[in-house]
């Protein structure tokens, strides 16, 4: 089991950046893929990076590639989403989860573990 508690969110500028930490409790935390998405208000949650267990591949929606960038630090039992150039349409709601020897799978239903997740504001 893992819990995740996000952090990083904020008011910004477009054209800003923004590093949003996901941090995990547990001795396990290098055997769970790591995966951040985000849900505007009234729109559905939808994939944004992800990160394997080993930190050996990641994989971005199309929307965030070039801008984003996931990393983690299993020592410290944290991933990180950089975010740079970001544009209004960047608000939302973020949020991590967690799949334990995970693929990197782009959909909700794959992930059991989940953050509270942490309010991210682009104004224009």
């Known amino acids: 089991q893992v819990q995740l508690v996000e952090s990083g969110g904020g008011l910004v500028q477009a054209g800003g950046s923004l590093r949003l930490s996901c941090a995990a409790s547990g001795r396990t935390f290098s055997q769970y893929t790591i995966t951040w998405f985000r849900q505007a208000p009234g729109k559905e949650r939808l994939f944004v990076a992800t990160?394997?267990?080993?930190?050996?591949?990641?994989y971005y929606a199309d929307s965030v590639k070039g801008r984003f960038t996931i990393s983690r630090d299993n020592a410290k039992n944290t991933v990180y989403l950089q975010m740079n150039s970001l544009k209004p349409e960047d608000t939302a709601v973020y949020y991590c989860?967690?799949?334990?020897?995970?693929?990197?799978?782009?959909?909700?239903?794959?992930?059991?573990?989940w953050g509270q997740g942490t309010q991210v504001t682009v104004s224009s």
């Open positions: 990160i394997t267990y080993s930190g050996g591949n990641t």
């Open positions: 989860a967690a799949d334990r020897y995970g693929l990197g799978n782009t959909r909700t239903d794959r992930y059991r573990y």
